[in-house]
């Protein structure tokens, strides 16, 4: 028999953390600290919204780009809070997630061989989308010193002619990291000057502490070079709904919804319903999750600091990033260790790209309960490894 | 910063001061001379425990009342919601707009001991007109808590 696979999906490096993941799924009385999803439920008035078009049978297909009064709402919303501009006809498309309008961006703008900037440590999915795409990924490891910042210097130093895209993943999982007005700005002028396309993914937007988030799309100039991709999942606490969206130019985003067409159909329409209700009438639950999670951050930053824990002061998302490198091992063996020991489960920061290493992704997608449970765990295992040294 | 201590605390009293403080970004003194504060100023009443008493052997029986009265001139309602909340049965009172003056809560033992509550005490009030009451057969919410099983991590641990 002739080999069924493609060489391409093949090529694709399997996560060599999975192994790990599949251990802590199979551990029942393990704590967990490694889940990438908020800890609360969907608002119920959003999912009564969803029960209710149940119920009256709005169950058919959508347009292509998503039901047109969602995607109104989705420009009213980004128009309120980034002061973006959007025409819903034409510059908005409703995905599956914001994972498949990553997917779609990066497929509808990669020519073969075509380079792909992709800072790390990031999300899992830029560096297999961008080769399935025939692109090639470029890496841009970001530093601690920088707080996981992109800078102008990095950005230059990895542009060859061959560069077409950028992708921008912030506030950052897993770092927690943010890109600033005054961040943005200094890279800009690079993307334009090298006449560069911006995939910025802004699905943790409304997840950012005492700072104000920023879109680049927002800065002059960058509009017309830029895929906005946001979604439901992490601002309303509606990960399975599996709902997210593009925005940018139509030029772009014409060809987007035709891979969506032929590849998805459009978006679930019972989440598409109740995508609208989210946007039009959950601002105080957007901001009563913020100062939850908030003070959780604050709460962590503080135990890492008591403990001696090197960790620099995230200001985005629900994750800390702190540092090991003292322990003199590898972020996946100081996770399997800490698993076995103390029963505690983190996510090795490797599994978000090599230059994680000697770090670990701490999700407080957590109750205070449970993160102080976890802390003692994590104090016992540190003091026995400083007292052991 | 106090409107911050108190939905923190609104919906867990027993949160250790230090983690209070910590949360909020603060120094733990000024949380404590906060919160001092407020309860000298009696924004801050009390520290209360939600009980499911279902779930306990103790009986228990709770009742609304709807209470219509005549309110009193130069007083208004304040005289006769002050005879009927001192009774140590009553749990809460409130002024209504409405079909009805004034909403009262009542725990008793038993049926009888709110019935006898509201015939022997509450109906003779001077000032009472009418009464309606309602008997509680079950809380499924109270103070914002859902009562019922404790709820469950549906997450997968790690994703």
């Known amino acids: 028999m002739r080999e069924p696979l493609s060489d391409t999906v093949i090529s694709l490096k399997p996560s060599g953390i999975r192994k790990f993941f599949d251990i802590v799924n199979e551990m029942d009385d393990a704590i967990s600290l490694g889940v990438g999803e908020p800890d609360f439920d969907t608002p119920w008035h959003i999912r009564d919204e969803g029960i209710y078009t149940l119920e009256k049978g709005k169950t058919f297909y959508t347009s292509n780009s998503g039901l047109k009064e969602l995607r109104v709402e989705i420009c009213n919303y980004l128009k309120r809070r980034y002061d973006l501009e959007y025409d819903p006809m034409g510059e908005v498309l409703v995905t599956v997630g914001g994972s498949e309008a990553i997917d779609l961006g990066l497929r509808a703008m990669i020519n073969p061989g075509d380079e792909v900037l992709i800072p790390q440590p990031s999300y899992v999915s830029y560096e297999p989308c961008t080769i399935l795409a025939g692109g090639k990924p470029v890496i841009i ?85 830029t895929i906005l991709i946001n979604g439901f999942s992490k601002a309303f606490a509606m990960t399975g709904w599996r709902l997210g969206y593009a925005c940018g130019p139509k030029k772009i985003l014409e060809q987007m919804t035709k891979i969506h067409q032929f590849a998805i159909m459009c978006a679930p329409t019972n989440s598409q319903y109740a995508g609208i209700d989210a946007l039009k009438n959950s601002d105080d639950d957007v901001a009563e999750m913020r100062e939850t999670y908030n ?63 000697g770090f670990l992704r701490i999700s407080y997608a957590y109750s205070l309960e449970d993160l102080k449970k976890a802390m003692e765990h994590i ?4 003091g026995r490894l400083r007292a052991n040294k | 910063m106090r409107e911050k201590i108190l939905t923190f605390i609104e919906k867990n009293s027993r949160i250790d001061l230090k983690d209070l403080a910590i949360m909020l970004g603060v120094d733990e003194v000024a949380v404590a001379n906060e919160l001092e504060a407020m309860e000298a100023e009696r924004i801050i009443c009390g520290y209360h425990t939600l009980i499911d008493w279902d779930k306990t052997t103790q009986e228990k029986v709770s009742a609304l009342i709807e209470v219509k009265v005549t309110p009193q001139r130069g007083q208004g309602f304040d005289s006769i919601a002050e005879r009927i909340y001192n009774y140590a049965e009553v749990e809460s009172v409130y002024l209504i707009s409405g079909g009805y003056d004034l909403l009262v809560t009542i725990d008793g033992k038993s049926l009888r001991e709110v019935s006898q509550f509201v015939s022997d005490k509450l109906s003779t009030l001077d000032q009472v007109l009418s009464t309606a009451t309602h008997f509680i057969l079950k809380r499924y919410k109270d103070h914002g808590t859902i009562f019922g099983e404790k709820k469950e991590d549906k997450r997968m641990k790690m994703l």
């Open chain 1, 141 to 225: 490891n970001l530093k601690a010193e920088n707080e996981f910042r992109l800078t102008k210097e990095e950005l230059l130093e990895a542009i060859t002619p061959k560069t077409k895209i950028l992708v921008l993943p912030f506030p950052n999982n897993p770092t927690g990291a943010i890109m600033e007005k005054k961040d943005l700005e200094a890279i800009a002028g690079v993307i334009i000057e090298k006449d560069l396309y911006v995939i910025s993914d802004e699905i943790y937007s409304e997840l950012t502490y005492g700072r104000d988030h920023v879109s680049i799309a927002s800065l002059p100039g960058m509009r017309e070079r």
């Open chain 1, 295 to 357: 003070g959780r951050r604050r709460y962590l930053m503080h135990a890492f600091k008591e403990l001696g824990l090197d960790c620099f002061e995230p200001y985005g998302a629900f994750y800390v990033f702190p540092c090991i490198k003292e322990f003199g091992m590898t972020s996946e063996e100081f996770a399997t260790r800490l698993l076995e020991e103390e029963k505690v489960a983190v996510v090795p920061g490797t599994a978000f790209g090599a230059c994680g290493e």
């Open chain 1, 379 to 382: 104090s016992a295992f540190i």
